[in-house]
């Protein structure tokens, strides 16, 4: 699993040990992970908007934020906005022993391109069988 942090990026380990570091709950990084999705959202970056409310946040080693992407470019993307985004939500929690990581799923969505009427249709008959009975019965045509 590929991760990035905000240490890596900058080359030095920031030292926060004399600000605050409330606990949280993954509750919480939900509420403020949202609220800076929407904060992209608003400013234009919606690809980032995306990235971020696609799936939840979760929490490991209890200070650390990782957010599943796609794939190499949304993990580019979040990268340039790292250091906004850990000053943002540090301060939302405050907590400022909280690092961010964007890792590239493993477990990606199947997503697949339907290239006739017929493919999506053996696409949703796999999910209802009974598609093939309402053709039957219907007399539908599925080549479109």
Known sequence: ?????EEQNQGVIQDYSNRPQTPFTLDQ???VWKQYAFKMKDEGFD??????????????????IHQDCDNQVQVSNLQEKLSDMSDFVREKLNNWSV?????????QEENTRYLTGKDKFDALA?????????????NLDIDF
Request: glycine share 0%.
């Open 99 to 107: 690092t961010l990581h964007f890792d590239i799923s493993t477990q």
């Open 47 to 64: 690809t980032i908007y995306y990235a971020l409310t696609k799936r939840d946040p979760k929490i490991y080693n209890e200070n650390e």
């Open 1 to 5: 699993m590929l991760h990035h942090t």
């Open 29 to 31: 990084v939900k509420m």
């Open 126 to 138: 796999k999910k209802n069988a009974n598609l093939h009975s309402f053709l039957k019965t219907f």
